[in-house]
């Protein structure tokens, strides 16, 4: 059974940065896909960024392009999301999720196995 937790949200003002963690546990997946998505309220979950295993292929929403940035470590089963200049359109909960597959996706149904979230507020 694979765990994930994601960590790091928080509360930052305008222009600021975060970094979040999510650490996956039990099993081993091979070379899988990872990403992370947010989800504000009253709306749909939403795709932020994801990176294959090695890291060589990586993908990002419009919206995040240019300020957030999405690696991996792969010796610690950790994931991360970089996120700077953050704005206040970035407050959300942020999801870590895993696929089973090598392929990077970016639609939320293509992975599965999510952490619970983390929050992340940015004041203006």
């Known amino acids: 059974q694979v765990h994930v937790v994601e960590s790091g949200g928080g509360l930052v003002q305008a222009g600021g940065s975060l970094r979040l963690s999510c650490a996956a546990s039990?099993?081993?997946?091979?070379?899988?896909?990872m990403g992370w998505f947010r989800q504000a309220p009253g709306k749909e979950r939403d795709f932020v960024a994801a990176t294959s295993w090695s890291g060589s292929t990586t993908s990002y929403a419009d919206s995040v392009k240019g300020r957030f940035t999405i690696s991996r470590d792969n010796a610690k089963n950790t994931l991360y999301l970089q996120m700077n200049g953050l704005k206040p359109e970035d407050t959300a909960v942020y999801y870590c999720?895993?696929?089973?597959?090598?392929?990077?996706?970016?639609?939320?149904?293509?992975?599965?196995?999510w952490g619970q979230g983390t929050q992340v507020t940015v004041s203006s």
């Open positions: 999720a895993a696929k089973i597959g090598m392929v990077v996706r970016t639609e939320a149904a293509d992975y599965e196995y």
């Open positions: 039990g099993p081993t997946l091979a070379r899988n896909a």
